[in-house]
């Protein structure tokens, strides 16, 4: 029986060929370097950074209208009191 044995490797995978003769047997053998899960991982804490960094910026968002919000309640609230003071003017010139 003849074996012949054939290794490659790419630095990230490893293959393992074994070739025996006569039954035409043929072995394959492939492992990784776990590049894949390292893959995985720095996508992970992208997505929790993004997430982050947009939960942050609706929060921004929502104070900036909060702000404005208020701001035109206090425009509002003095266009108010000059309206009260004009027509309490005109009554006294009456």
Not at 55 to 82: H, I, L, M, S, Y
Request: cysteine-free; proline content about 0%.
């Amino acid at each position: 029986m003849v074996e012949r044995v054939t290794e490659r490797t790419d630095g990230v995978t490893a293959e393992r060929v074994t070739e025996t003769g006569g039954g035409g047997t043929v072995v394959v053998e492939r492992g990784g370097s776990g590049a894949g899960l390292l893959i995985g991982f720095v996508l992970l804490i992208a997505v929790v950074i993004g997430a982050v960094y947009l939960f942050n910026q609706n929060n921004r968002e929502n104070a900036k209208t909060d702000a404005v919000t208020q701001a035109a309640k206090d425009v509002g609230g003095a266009a108010k009191d000059v309206g009260d003071a004009a027509q309490d003017a005109a009554k006294k010139v009456q």
